[in-house]
């Protein structure tokens, strides 16, 4: 599947930003040059959670099964080219689909197991799959039995192949059979077939808490643009130990967690669903250097009752944030142990920028500095447009961020209404994030478009308000929403969930903004406490979700 048009493939070549190596290329050479070094590590409570026993791989015994793997779904009809639905929790097993699917140039469509059978029979339908693969049973629910329905429904699918299906209606094969190593009599097959780093690798589905999700086509070498930067940036290689809690399915678990290790050739450890303790456990045991994560899992495990006793986080050296931007906090408490926290700051469609380990404390939250990121994101294109035209708004002032590069996508799947609005007639891809980008190069976050708040003709940035209430002692998480009223246009309203044995109250939040000197009509007039916020697969916060809850609370 072509993504990108010729000429642009060209000149990313020519430059040398491009090149031709596959996933697999990185693997058989890892492997070749530390074939018995440890690389890929399952989580302790795999048999609980999966179904599985954990397993332990060198490099050589990843390059064996994940050829094994490859030619088992040769042998179960997949071909080159063949979009094939993925939904597995985080696994050696889902690692291993990963590298069989490069190996045989087949294009992946990730899905997070927090999606069900709606959204299981959209993704599907959307990205016309023709291998299903997925749990039998996980958490409870009948992963199964919602392929087995999406399958009435969307006639591109035609074979299903599930882990711990075996003998049930639906399933045409057995994963956990399919993973052996490699018949060395066979690799010349797969050695045999043409596959191009410049052909989609993956349909990744858009996480952006608006809108209906989009589909992503995204090829090896733009996943490895965002890949290579962030090594350099962090100084992670092959003696890094990666690790992290975002699904492999998207820019998160993708691009700054799965991808570095295989580019890197160190090892990684697998983790799904978040427990705290079982997290803390790997990090202290397996030594983990390097994570993404979002803000709240940070807390998580640093307000964990036995982090002095029990775990050793001490291994953890230059870690990401990414979902939302790293609280002051949270950056001090960090740094207090010798950890440097960066904040990894993009999304699926592959415009990408971080904060770099150097910068201090007080820029490492949002500040974006694009002079310095030039040598990590080659040929990088930022701008700052006024809303809905093509027109550069002044140093400084909001804009929204548009972006161009050889990381960033070229267009939504089967979407041309979306893409002709989504890209300025030069070919810059419009994000939807409203930044300031000072005459210094420097570049800020202020906010979704979409999100911005506008009270008596005023706007407000909802991000913005957000980190100053997390400063708050009491509070956990926060997200600020805009709520309708007749004579304001709009009221801010924070929904937070807060610490525990903690409390607050609205005159309390009005008081402590006050204090920090906030301008009066940036300051809540509704607060809404709640036990959890709603999140998407990424760990997002969704807005739609609060807006659409407290809303009529409101107006009552």
């Known amino acids: 599947m072509s993504v990108y048009r010729p000429e642009t493939v060209k000149k990313y070549h020519d430059e040398g930003i491009w090149g031709d190596?596959?996933?697999?290329?990185?693997?058989?050479?890892?492997?070749?040059?530390?074939?018995?070094?440890?690389?890929l590590v399952d989580q302790p409570n795999k048999l609980a959670i999966v179904g599985t026993e954990p397993v332990r791989l060198t490099w050589t015994e990843v390059r064996e099964r994940a050829d094994g793997l490859a030619l088992s779904l040769l042998d179960a009809g997949?071909?080159?080219?063949?979009?094939?639905?993925?939904?597995?929790?985080?696994?050696?097993?889902?690692?291993?689909?990963?590298?069989?699917?490069?190996r045989i140039g087949a294009v992946g469509t990730f899905a997070p197991m927090r999606q069900r059978s709606s959204e299981i029979e959209y993704t599907i339908a959307k990205t016309k799959a023709r291998i299903a693969i997925g749990m039998g049973r996980f958490n409870g629910a009948d992963y199964l039995a919602m392929i087995h329905a999406a399958r009435a429904a969307c006639p591109s699918l035609e074979v299903t192949i599930a882990l711990n299906g075996e003998g049930r209606q639906g399933a045409d094969f057995e994963l956990?059979?399919?993973?052996?190593?490699?018949?060395?009599?066979?690799?010349?097959e797969l050695d045999a077939i043409e596959v191009s780093a410049d052909e989609a690798l993956t349909l990744c589905l858009t996480t952006g808490t608006e809108s209906t999700p989009k589909v992503v086509p995204r090829t090896p070498n733009s996943w490895m643009v965002t890949t290579r930067g962030i090594l350099e940036a962090t100084g992670h290689g092959a003696d890094s130990v990666f690790s992290g809690p975002f699904p492999y399915a998207n820019m998160?678990?993708?691009?700054?967690?799965?991808?570095?290790?295989?580019?890197?050739?160190?090892?990684?450890?697998?983790?799904?669903?978040?427990d705290v303790d079982v997290f803390l456990q790997q990090i202290t045991e397996e030594r983990v250097n390097y994570i993404i994560a979002v803000p709240a899992i940070y807390f998580a495990m640093l307000n964990h009752p036995g982090l002095e006793t029990e775990y050793d986080i001490s291994s953890l050296s230059v870690i990401g944030c990414g979902g939302e931007a790293p609280p002051h906090t949270l950056i001090e408490m960090l740094d207090e142990r010798g950890i440097k926290v960066i904040n990894e700051f993009g999304a699926t469609e592959g415009w990408f920028f971080f904060t770099l380990p150097e910068q201090p404390v007080h820029e490492r939250k949002d500040m974006f500095r694009i002079d310095l990121l030039t040598p990590y994101l080659p040929e990088t294109e930022f701008r700052?447009?006024?809303?809905?035209?093509?027109?550069?708004?002044?140093?400084?002032?909001?804009?929204?961020?548009?972006?161009?590069?050889p990381s960033v996508f070229s267009g939504?799947?089967?979407?041309?209404?979306?893409?002709?609005v989504s890209f300025t007639s030069d070919g810059l891809f419009r994000t939807g994030d409203l930044v300031s980008i000072g005459s210094d190069n420097s570049l800020r976050y202020v906010g979704r478009s979409k999100d911005m708040i506008i009270r008596n003709g005023q706007n407000i940035s909802p991000a913005e308000i957000e980190l100053i209430i997390q400063r708050h002692p009491s509070v956990y998480e926060v997200s600020v929403i805009g709520l309708?009223?007749?004579?304001k246009g709009q009221v801010v309203c924070a929904v937070v969930s807060t610490k525990t044995d903690t409390s607050i109250t609205l005159a309390e939040l009005d008081v402590f903004m006050r204090e920090m000197d906030v301008a009066r009509h940036k300051i809540p007039e509704a607060l809404e406490v709640i036990d959890e916020l709603p999140k998407g697969p990424s760990g997002k916060i969704l807005k739609r979700e609060l807006r659409a809850r407290f809303a009529p609370i409101l107006g009552a």
Not at 81 to 102: I, K, R, T, W, Y
Not at 385 to 405: C, H, S, Y
Not at 412 to 420: H, K, R, S, T
């Open 21 to 39: 190596k596959t996933w697999s290329d990185y693997v058989a050479e890892h492997a070749a040059a530390r074939g018995d070094k440890e690389a």
């Open 78 to 102: 997949v071909r080159t080219g063949d979009v094939v639905f993925v939904q597995l929790p985080n696994s050696v097993e889902l690692v291993l689909l990963h590298l069989a699917l490069d």
């Open 176 to 188: 956990s059979t399919m993973i052996t190593t490699a018949d060395p009599a066979r690799v010349a």
């Open 252 to 274: 998160g678990g993708l691009g700054v967690e799965l991808y570095p290790w295989i580019m890197a050739g160190g090892k990684f450890v697998t983790h799904e669903p978040f």
């Open 384 to 405: 700052a447009l006024k809303p809905g035209t093509e027109d550069q708004v002044p140093a400084g002032e909001p804009g929204e961020l548009a972006v161009r590069g």
């Open 412 to 420: 939504y799947l089967d979407a041309d209404e979306v893409n002709a």
């Open 484 to 487: 309708a009223d007749p004579v």
